[in-house]
Each structure stands twice: as C-alpha cells, then as structure tokens.
C-alpha cells in the first residue's frame, strides 16, 4: 500500500483560530499580536497534516456559511482534497490563545450548528461513495448537536463493510459509539482512554487494563490502541504486545492538535511499509514537530526528522504481572525514511 488513499470525516469543522497574547486579563479589553487561523476540526487537522507529508487526502464532513467556505479553501490550498456536505448553519470558530509571557494556554470552543437526521444521512450516503475510493479513513472529533452516537456507530461500520481501514479519535459517547462498529484503530489521549478503561496507576497497568478489558470485548483482536501521552510520547498497545515511543525534551509552544499530528504521523509511516516501532516513532516525532509550532495543527519537516533521530522506542512484551522490557532504540541507519 505504497500510496493509500486517505478519506478524513469531520462531523463538526471549525476555523481554528490562535491568538498570540503577551497576557490574558480577564474583563478587560486584550489586545492581540498576531491570529493564526486554520480549516480546523480534528479530522482536518489530520488531513492538512498529510498533506504536509506528501499525500493528497480527501476530507469530508459538514460546512456551512462563510467559516465553511473558509475551511475548504484552506484545505484546498494546503493540498488536501474538500468534498463536504454543505448545511445551512455556519461552521464554527475555536479559539486558542497563547499567552506568550507564561506559555499557558486558554482554548474557547463553540459547540457548533445543530444538523438534521436528514444531513446525517446524506454525509453517510456521501461517505458511502467516497469509501468505494478509500483506503484508509479516519473519523475524528466531536460531534455537531444534533447528530447521536449512533452516527459514529453507522460510519465506522459502513467504511469497514468497504474494507477500509479505519481510525477513530474522538471522545464521550461518540467514542463509545465508534467501538460499537469495530474500528482497527483509536487515538485516545491519556483523559480519553481513562474514561474508557478507568483510573491506572501507571503505564504496565493502562497496557494490562486495555489489554484486557478493550480487546475481545470492544475491540477486535486485530485492532490497536494508540495511546498519546503528550510530553512523554505515545504507546502502541496490540493485543500481546505494546511498543512506547518517547520524544526527546523540548519547548512545547502550542500542543493543541498534536494528537492529530500524531495520528497523521502514524497512518501516513504505516502506509509506507516502515516497521512497527518505526511507524510509531515517526508518528511521535510528528506530534512533537506540531507542538513546536505556534498554529493549531502545523508541522516542519526538519523538524520532523530532527526530532524523529532522538526519538526513543522501546517494546514491551506481552508477559502480563511481570513485564520484560528489551530496550530496542534504532539506529539511524536503520530508521525510516520511505519517502
Ligand atoms: N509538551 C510536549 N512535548 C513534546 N511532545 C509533545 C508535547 N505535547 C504533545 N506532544 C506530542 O504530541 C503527541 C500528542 O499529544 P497529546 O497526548 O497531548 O494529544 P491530544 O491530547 O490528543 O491532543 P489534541 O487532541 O489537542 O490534538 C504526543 O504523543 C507527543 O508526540
Ligand atoms: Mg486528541
């Protein structure tokens, strides 16, 4: 599968947009250095972001009204295919604010415009079409009012019954509602899979714990976690083995949409025929790149690949109670680079 063919959904878009601030007061005027918009929404995150890797995704979903307009321009301009199912309420606007003196960060988010039963089924007959040209597809972010869990249920099992391969990154009961179709992949971060799987008090016992009670039950055995774990990397969980990737140290400026840089990361390595640890690590290393960006969702080749050089592996046999750790930190030599 040398050139997959992408298809992102993202029931509910939004212009992203950053504000850089020196610092954020509360009731009172704040004035604005600089406003980094971006066609946002999760799945378009992850769409830009493959496109920023070489691929030329399609991206799906709902838009509406000039912020509609907005997002398919600038994924269009970024490289990635728009086919939206237009709806008459206008997409919505996030916000984060960077406060540039403390580096904290204050994210704002609509909740979106309601749509209708009957806009659901036309995205699901959109997708319907769509899928007959996908290889792999990934749903990702919440849901716009209106639209219940079930609709995640209905994508999910309708792009698996065309055989693609489909990743999942959302969360609540739209998550809950995607595992009911059996995705191959999820993407939750470390609150998403707690909700899941309950508390944990480490990282041996989150693998156990989705080992356990994910797969067989919610998952199917063929299927994996990805779990993000922001500064200190992500895991690969599979049902008799996990894989950690950890990234070197750096100034995170704005993590938003770094779980979707991560995802990108990793589906567009695993396209590629790079090994398992090395699909992670290049996924890893692309998640870090977008936190050093200051816009939503952006990422740097070089940063990319001087990242990915200082990225640590490491595989986690499945020995469950008594882990056996064999440290396999790739050489450069043998690192990925498909492209
Ligand atoms: N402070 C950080 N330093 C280095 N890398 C980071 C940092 N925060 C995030 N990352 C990178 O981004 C990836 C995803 O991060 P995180 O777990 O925060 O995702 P997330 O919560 O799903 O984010 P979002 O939903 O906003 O896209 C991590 O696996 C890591 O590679
Ligand atoms: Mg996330």
Same mark, same amino acid.
């Given at each position: 599968?040398?050139?997959?063919r992408?298809?992102?959904?993202?029931?509910?878009?939004?212009?992203?947009?950053?504000?850089?601030?020196?610092?954020?007061?509360?009731?009172?005027?704040?004035?604005?250095?600089?406003?980094?918009?971006?066609?946002?929404?999760?799945?378009?995150?992850?769409?830009?972001?493959?496109?920023?890797?070489?691929?030329?995704?399609?991206?799906?979903?709902?838009t509406?009204?000039?912020?509609?307009?907005?997002?398919?321009?600038?994924?269009?301009?970024?490289?990635?295919?728009?086919?939206?199912?237009?709806?008459?309420?206008?997409?919505?606007?996030?916000?984060?604010?960077?406060?540039?003196?403390?580096?904290?960060?204050?994210?704002?988010?609509?909740?979106?415009?309601?749509?209708?039963?009957?806009?659901?089924?036309?995205?699901?007959?959109?997708?319907?079409?769509?899928?007959?040209?996908?290889?792999?597809?990934?749903?990702?972010?919440?849901?716009?009012?209106?639209?219940?869990?079930?609709?995640?249920?209905?994508?999910?099992?309708?792009?698996?019954?065309?055989?693609?391969?489909?990743?999942?990154?959302?969360?609540?009961?739209?998550?809950?509602?995607?595992?009911?179709?059996?995705?191959?992949?999820?993407?939750?971060?470390?609150?998403?899979?707690?909700?899941?799987?309950?508390?944990?008090?480490?990282?041996?016992?989150?693998?156990?714990?989705?080992?356990? /009670?994910?797969? +067989?039950?919610? *998952?199917?055995?063929?299927? &994996?976690?990805? !779990?993000?774990? =922001?500064?200190?990397? %992500? #895991?690969l969980?599979?049902?008799?083995r996990?894989?950690?990737?950890?990234?070197?140290?750096?100034?995170?400026?704005?993590?938003?949409?770094?779980?979707?840089?991560?995802l990108?990361?990793?589906?567009?390595? /695993?396209?590629? +025929?790079?090994? *398992?640890?090395?699909?992670? &690590?290049?996924? !890893?290393?692309? =998640?870090?790149?977008? %936190? #050093?960006?200051?816009?939503?969702?952006?990422?740097?080749?070089?940063?990319?690949?001087?990242?990915?050089?200082?990225?640590?592996?490491?595989?986690?046999?499945?020995?469950?109670?008594?882990?056996?750790?064999?440290?396999?930190?790739?050489?450069?030599?043998?690192?990925?680079h &498909?492209?």
């Amino acid at each position: 599968m040398a050139h997959p063919r992408f298809l992102t959904i993202t029931p509910n878009p939004a212009v992203d947009t950053t504000y850089l601030i020196d610092r954020l007061t509360l009731g009172a005027i704040n004035r604005v250095d600089q406003a980094l918009p971006v066609a946002g929404g999760k799945g378009n995150n992850v769409a830009r972001i493959l496109a920023a890797l070489g691929q030329t995704p399609t991206a799906t979903g709902f838009t509406g009204g000039h912020t509609g307009t907005f997002i398919e321009r600038g994924l269009k301009s970024a490289g990635v295919v728009p086919s939206f199912v237009s709806v008459p309420g206008a997409s919505r606007v996030c916000l984060t604010i960077v406060e540039q003196e403390t580096g904290r960060i204050t994210e704002v988010r609509e909740p979106g415009q309601p749509v209708t039963a009957e806009d659901a089924e036309r995205l699901l007959g959109h997708v319907r079409n769509l899928a007959r040209e996908t290889d792999v597809a990934v749903i990702s972010g919440s849901l716009p009012p209106g639209l219940p869990s079930d609709f995640v249920t209905e994508l999910v099992s309708l792009l698996k019954s065309h055989n693609v391969f489909v990743a999942l990154d959302t969360s609540g009961e739209a998550l809950r509602g995607g595992l009911r179709g059996q995705p191959d992949l999820i993407k939750p971060n470390r609150d998403e899979i707690r909700d899941l799987i309950g508390p944990f008090a480490d990282r041996d016992e989150l693998v156990v714990r989705v080992q356990e /009670r994910l797969f +067989g039950e919610l *998952l199917s055995p063929t299927a &994996a976690v990805l !779990v993000s774990l =922001g500064a200190d990397g %992500a #895991l690969l969980i599979e049902p008799n083995r996990a894989i950690v990737a950890k990234p070197p140290s750096v100034d995170s400026v704005n993590s938003v949409g770094s779980g979707d840089a991560l995802l990108a990361g990793f589906l567009d390595a /695993r396209g590629q +025929g790079c090994d *398992l640890p090395q699909v992670l &690590a290049r996924a !890893v290393a692309t =998640g870090t790149a977008a %936190a #050093l960006d200051e816009a939503v969702g952006v990422v740097n080749g070089d940063d990319i690949e001087r990242i990915y050089a200082e990225v640590i592996v490491e595989t986690i046999p499945a020995i469950p109670t008594m882990f056996v750790r064999q440290v396999c930190q790739p050489q450069p030599a043998q690192r990925c680079h &498909a492209r």
